[in-house]
């Protein structure tokens, strides 16, 4: 390769101040002394420096359109929000209800035993002491408490003791529970 | 004078004036990127409005540590190509010599101010016959002065891609000029 194609193939990085100081001052001194070379320098730097001046300034009346079109997007986008929103809060609220609302188990009491006779899954139930034996037909009772009699269970699976909780218990639990998803804590 | 950062933050909350600020910050620059590529002034108007209003909508996939004006550049320079794409061929209209026209520098010595329009109409036409794919490479790093890397990141391309084609536009453009070698420019 010629020096002049080997200065051509670096003027890119030349005009565009790219080249290190040694390799920059290299390819200047031969620009000083090729006249070929230094002729498409200067037609290369004729077009970067000039290209900063098809910068156009859009006029105050299109700036204006801008922002009429983003404050009515942005009514919109408040509308949609609130929309989502009252969706959201809906669907806590439904929830909350069926959370909070005591589960009707149907069961049956004989002294301090207890019958339960569910197709249901998921029956939680907790704080409480049952004095007597458990018996399960069907369904799946979850365990937080104690029984102090035998487990029996038909057909399904016992893991749990019934008991009563009052609707604040159960509000107390339903948060719980949220507040475990939220710090990723036990599942529920 | 708060960043672009705080602005978009701003925004996001809810205080709506902020976006008008980042309008007014980058209206320019996305303005005069999409005129010098499409070179149709009432297209640009639109392209600019929809870019910016693509930005506020999706404000919240912003990424602050990458420079807000680069994004609205993606944004625009998206929005560019596929108008190109739909459109196919950009007409050479009448309003290539009325946009040569249309430069920001003001000149005390009207005779200075002639030689810079006359230059800016030459680059102007310059530019139109130049293929899409190196206008726009060549208009991010000289009218918006963007770095390479930074170029790279806008088109998504790799950056030995964005350096040839960089290479390309400058001699296409120094040959259109300077020896009119017209032929070997082509889409």
């Known amino acids: 390769m010629s020096e002049c194609e080997h200065v051509r193939s670096k003027l890119d990085d030349y005009i565009d101040g790219l080249l290190p100081p040694l390799e920059y001052r290299e390819i200047k001194a031969h620009l000083i002394s090729c006249p070929k070379c230094n002729k498409e320098a200067e037609e290369l730097f004729f077009i970067t420096e000039n290209m900063e001046n098809l910068v156009v300034e859009p006029t105050d009346l299109l700036k204006l359109r801008i922002k009429k079109e983003i404050a009515k997007d942005s009514k919109w986008r408040k509308k949609r929000l609130r929309k989502y929103y009252s969706l959201a809060a809906a669907i806590m609220l439904m929830l909350t209800i069926a959370y909070i609302v005591p589960r009707s188990i149907p069961c049956e009491r004989i002294g301090d035993d207890v019958a339960i006779h569910s197709r249901g899954k998921n029956i939680i139930v907790d704080g409480e002491s049952l004095p007597g034996n458990l018996t399960v037909v069907g369904g799946d009772v979850y365990v937080q ?27 107390g639990n339903f948060f719980q529970a949220i507040w475990s998803l939220i710090i990723g804590g036990e599942k529920w | 004078m708060f960043s672009d950062q705080e602005l978009v933050k701003m925004t996001l909350k809810g205080n709506k004036n902020s976006f008008d600020d980042i309008v007014l910050r980058y209206s320019t620059k996305v303005y005069s990127l999409i005129l010098r590529m499409l070179r149709d002034p009432m297209l640009a108007e639109d392209l600019t409005q929809d870019t910016f209003l693509r930005a506020y909508r999706s404000l919240d996939k912003y990424n ?50 002639l030689l810079d329009k006359e230059t800016s109409r030459e680059l102007t036409q310059a530019l139109t016959v130049l293929p899409a794919k190196y206008r726009l490479v060549i208009l991010l790093r000289y009218l918006e002065g963007l770095k390479y890397e930074e170029i790279a990141t806008v088109l998504e391309e790799p950056l030995g891609t964005i350096k040839t084609k960089l290479h390309r536009a400058r001699w296409l453009l120094k040959d259109y000029l300077f020896n009119k070698k017209e032929g070997e420019f082509g889409e």
């Open chain 1, 145 to 171: 408490g104690e029984i102090k009699g035998n487990v029996t269970s038909i057909d399904g699976q016992v893991s749990a003791m019934i008991n009563k909780r009052s609707i604040w218990q159960r509000l």
């Open chain 2, 64 to 113: 602050p540590a990458y420079p807000f004006g680069n994004w609205i550049l993606k944004i625009a320079s998206n929005l560019c190509i596929d108008n190109i794409r739909k459109s196919k061929k950009v007409a050479f209209s009448d309003s290539d010599t009325e946009l040569s026209l249309l430069t920001q520098n003001v000149f005390a010595d009207p005779q200075e101010a």
